[in-house]
């Protein structure tokens, strides 16, 4: 099953940007004071499934000056062009992956973030703060097509917000990522794992 978030990205907005929106709408969907650090990692590779390369984690002065959004040259066989980057989760092993895609190659006028998070609770939830954030920052839609937490959709990030977070109750990050998630009977207590395992911890799941 394909479990993509999506963002349409109108104007371009810096990366740490995205960090600190993210971080503030998990605090808002959560009803926490607190959330974990998120980190951009560039470089990772990995070979059937293990990770092999750590990759490189984007300091201050670099998510300040890289921006998603703008046009990205199409591949050389004309598909849309695309830039990767991998989202750590500080203090557990959860993570999402992040694909931005300009489709001006096929006719499309926006640029696309798409993120796509491992198979837990906590990277879910993360994954869907950051949606929720590049929309509301970059004046475009919230796409849950797939997931579909919400039935009928809504593509208004705030709105999403306002009718998804939680009360206010301080518990543990990772177990409040699953509340949110359990708040939608429909998916049937899916996922099943709330966070990712040690032992797990470098393989896509």
């Known amino acids: 099953m394909s479990i993509d978030l999506e963002a349409s990205l109108p104007r371009p907005v810096p990366l740490a940007a995205v960090l600190t929106a993210a971080r503030n ?35 201050g002065s670099e998510l300040l000056s890289t921006t998603i959004g703008d046009p990205i040259d199409p591949e050389s066989n004309g598909s ?12 557990c092993n959860d993570g999402v ?4 895609m300009d489709h001006a190659p096929e006719g499309g006028s ?6 796509s998070p491992y198979r837990t609770c906590v990277s879910v939830v993360v994954a869907t703060a950051m949606a929720l954030a ?9 796409i849950d097509d797939q ?9 208004d990030p ?11 109750d301080q518990g543990e990050f990772p177990a409040r990522c699953e509340r949110y998630l359990r708040q939608f009977p429909h998916l049937g207590d899916w996922p099943r794992d ?12």
């Open 194 to 205: 709330v966070s990712m395992p040690l032992a797990d911890a470098y393989k896509i799941v």
């Open 80 to 91: 849309p062009g695309a830039i990767h980057y991998e989202i750590d989760i500080t203090g």
């Open 134 to 142: 590049v929309a509301d920052l970059g004046g475009g839609e919230f």
């Open 25 to 59: 709408t998990l605090t808002e969907l959560l009803g926490v004071d607190a959330t974990p650090g998120l980190s951009v990692v560039v470089d990772r590779r990995y070979e059937q499934g293990r990770r092999i390369a750590v990759g490189r984690r984007l300091g």
């Open 110 to 115: 926006e640029v696309e973030a798409v993120f």
């Open 147 to 155: 997931i579909q937490m919400l039935r009928p959709g809504h593509t």
């Open 97 to 100: 992956w992040l694909m931005v």
């Open 158 to 168: 705030r709105h999403v917000v306002k009718v998804t977070r939680l009360p206010r």
